[in-house]
């Protein structure tokens, strides 16, 4: 803040306001013009202030101070502070009840195994009948993935009356191309929603899927989908900008060497 001035009355001078930590004598013997352009610099300044005030402390804001994204924040803003040990284990407490994965309704499970004792434990008698409640315990696996493929052959046949050679039209139900939707869909959805390179997509296809692709299949894929979904997404785009809030933040992005943001 501009320093405060004082009010004087000196000989030959009228009642003016003095900039406080200059003498009275050395004000009185400033020329007039320098004394004007030093108190409109000091008005100045002091208008000034708010506007810097504001700007220091929008500087000043981080993820712990407001709403702004962690991954926005400076590299000087120091990190989080560390909670003092507490002396516990981790991982759930002693006292602490369990939470068990929800088991699924019979109906959609495939596979039953019924495990029941042949003989009592005690004497050895055998035991039969059944156990209205039985303990219960579902795991889940995945399939082993294997690639369906299907070969189409279009034959041409030659006429017996007129000797003119036919080929049949390949099926409408036939995808254009080497892949079908879903495996074109499993593609973009990897590298459009999950960010996977290809080179990452030609591996998970190869390791989970045991389908081979090569870098070029997985580009026309994308580029095939994009085009597929260039409608809706203009739908989409043009739903959302009509709306009165987009619900989303501004945390950025680096796409290529361009920034990026919602």
């Known amino acids: 803040m501009a320093k405060p001035t004082r009010r004087v009355h000196t000989d030959g001078m ?12 050395d004000w009185a ?78 109906e959609h499970v495939q596979r039953v195994v019924e495990v029941k004792p042949a003989t009592c434990h005690t004497c050895g008698a055998l035991l039969l009948g059944e156990d209205p409640n039985p303990q219960r315990q579902q795991v889940t696996e995945l399939p082993r993935v294997e690639p369906h493929v299907t070969e189409y052959r279009r034959q041409t046949l030659t006429c017996l009356a007129c000797g003119a050679q036919t080929t049949a039209d390949w099926p409408a139900e036939m995808p254009p191309g080497d892949f079908g939707p879903r495996l074109q869909a499993t593609t973009s959805y990897l590298s459009g929603r999950l960010g996977l390179s290809q080179r990452d997509i030609e591996e998970a296809c190869e390791t989970l899927f045991h389908t081979e692709l090569s870098l070029g299949s997985i580009l026309a894929q994308e580029v095939a989908v994009s085009a597929a979904l260039a409608r809706p997404v203009a739908t989409a785009q043009t739903y959302v900008q009509q709306q009165p809030a987009a619900n989303v933040d501004e945390t950025g992005w680096h796409e290529q060497s361009h920034r990026a943001w919602l």
Do not use: F
């Open 29 to 106: 013997a400033t020329p007039a013009a320098v004394r004007t352009l030093v108190l409109t610099l000091l008005q100045t300044v002091a208008q000034l202030q708010p506007r810097i005030a504001a700007l220091e402390e929008r500087l000043a804001q981080n993820s712990r101070n407001s709403s702004q994204s962690p991954s926005a924040d400076p590299p000087n803003v120091p990190p989080r502070p560390t909670r003092a040990p507490s002396g516990r284990h981790r991982g759930a407490q002693p006292d602490h009840p369990g939470h068990q994965r929800p088991l699924k309704p019979v």
């Open 14 to 25: 009228s009642a003016e306001q003095v900039p406080s930590g200059i003498s009275v004598e």
